[in-house]
């Protein structure tokens, strides 16, 4: 199975910092790679999948970079609305895993 | 709207069986995979299985934790998915999602394809406990 792990497991900052979640897999995994969004009591919601696609409807302070088996996910001008949880997920080969989480708090 | 809505959870035992579904509205549902993750209480995302859309066989994949007690089919003249959970244990506990598969194109190369969980449902919560 691919190891995927995230870093931080979490971070305080405040609204209108630029905040930085990287991911790194075991082994190479190309550009299958995705982020998600989730806050609590909530689904997940897909942020940007190839590693550096933005989903449709996504706000643009969202990006994505990486490619083999390190990846970043930059939050630009952090938004009330942008402190939750983030999970890097990777889809190159089943069992499809998840990072164990970065959670950004309110500083 | 493009929607999913899970159903079916509740408290079991151990040992028992609990069948959950998802169903689709908004889409068109056999043009697309389906795929069900869960979440322990407080704890991260876990992949459960998929289903592959008939065009390509309809064919199942499974993650080790559940091979062999969990089943997923789909119901595309009802649009929906079906997970059928037996054998249940202790740490199946969890709230239950199921999900659209997506599949991008890639731009730099037709022969490659992205795949993302576009489309989540609410979730539904199974309790297994005696």
């Known amino acids: 199975d691919i190891q995927m792990t995230q870093s931080p497991s979490s971070l305080s900052a405040s609204v209108g910092d630029r905040v930085t979640i990287t991911c790194r897999a075991s082994?190479?995994?190309?550009?299958?790679l995705n982020w998600y969004q989730q806050k609590p009591g909530k689904a997940p919601k897909l942020l940007i999948y190839?590693?550096?696609s933005l989903q449709t409807g996504v706000p643009s302070g969202f990006s994505g970079s990486g490619s083999g088996t390190d990846f970043t996910l930059s939050i630009n001008f952090l938004q009330p609305e942008d402190f939750a949880t983030y999970y890097c997920q990777q889809t190159y080969s089943t069992p499809w895993t998840f990072g164990q989480g970065t959670k950004v708090e309110i500083k | 709207e493009v929607q999913l809505v899970e159903s079916g959870g509740g408290l079991v035992q151990p040992g028992r069986s609990l069948r959950l579904s998802c169903t689709a509205s908004?889409?068109?549902?056999?043009?697309?995979?389906m795929s069900w993750f869960r979440q322990a209480p407080g704890k991260g995302l876990e992949w459960v299985g998929f289903i592959r859309r008939k065009a390509y066989g309809g064919a199942t994949e499974y993650a080790a934790s559940v091979k062999g007690r969990f089943t997923i089919s789909r119901d595309d003249s009802k649009s929906i998915a079906y997970l059928q959970m037996n054998s249940l244990k202790t740490e199946d506990t969890a709230v239950y999602y199921c999900?659209?598969?997506?599949?991008?194109?890639?731009?730099?190369?037709?022969?490659?394809?992205?795949?993302?969980?576009?489309?989540w449902g609410q979730g539904t919560t199974v309790t297994v406990s005696s």
């Open positions: 190839a590693a550096s």
């Open positions: 082994q190479s995994i190309s550009s299958h």
């Open positions: 908004g889409f068109t549902f056999g043009d697309y995979g």
């Open positions: 999900t659209r598969v997506r599949r991008f194109g890639s731009s730099s190369n037709p022969d490659v394809y992205y795949y993302g969980l576009d489309v």
